[in-house]
């Protein structure tokens, strides 16, 4: 029989696993008599766990919610999942980064010491809340061996998106907009990239270790968005413009993440937006589908200007091929013979 103490955390497991357990399957899991069961529930009780009798054929029990939180269990990878959780929410921005970091002291006092080392290595970065579409999901394995290398200060070498192999130094590990980022110095490419996790396969054994150098932008967050911003090392997108949409603030502001939202009218409200260019700026407005008036700069209402000609073209020419091919069937279902070659 096993000892008391491993018996509790035995039956406490079992009860987290499933909603209802009858007591003599309990009994039979735990190796023990049913009335065994019945005492180690009354010790669990009294630790603060709320355990409710079921009635039955055969009895049974369940574990409830209660007004206190007792001690938690979890296992290895519940365990790893909820650091990486409380890591994130140490810098989300939202209130309540002391609280988690009081959360994620006290997890990790608790851990046994093979645990507490893997969350030591695994050291992320939040840049920008989850967008709202899903993800693409990330083995944590693969999440803990690229925390390692970045903590070992070990090159690393891995397969990427099915293409060759990279050898790089890996720098910094961060979560932007519910995706996870590797920022590393490419060694073949002697320069910085942005790997996006949910592609890479890692290989082992790692490489020696090296000394980090320093990012562009120091700030690791600061140099990803700059990346995304088509730039190295500035904290702002290369171009900035301000429209007014003839639409609500609030159908707006879910979909512009980094942009200005102020609400003028029922229907009406100002947008400050950045891109990484003019061209891409005017198209990130327009697909807003609403009429749109540019307050500024003129770089801006030219890029209207260059796409209106452009979707104009477009339009045009679509009209004139849709015109050719009625043309082309009427000449074979009426047997008119068409123009001859060179001569359209």
Known sequence: MQKTSSRLLALLSLLQARRDWPGALLAERLEVSPRTVRRDVDRLRELGYPILATKGPDGGYRLDAGTQLPPLL??????????????????????IEEAAARALNTVRQVMPARLRHRIDTLQVTAVEPPASRPEPQVDSGVLVALGAAVHGREELRFDYAGGEPRRVQPHHLLARGGRWYLVAWDLDR?????????????????????????LPAGDPAAFVSARFRGSDGSRDWPCRGEVILHLPAAAVSPYTREGIVEELGPNRCRLVLGSWSWPGLAAAIGRFDADVEVVGPAELKDAFAHLARRYADAATSASGLRAERRLRRSEGVLGIPGPEPGRR
């Open 74 to 95: 979890f296992d290895d990878e519940q365990a790893v999942a909820l650091a990486v959780a409380l890591q994130i929410a140490t810098i989300s921005g939202v209130g």
């Open 190 to 214: 002697e320069d910085w990239r942005t790997f996006r996790a949910d592609r890479i396969v890692p290989r082992t054994p790692t490489g020696p270790r090296f000394t980090p150098r320093e």
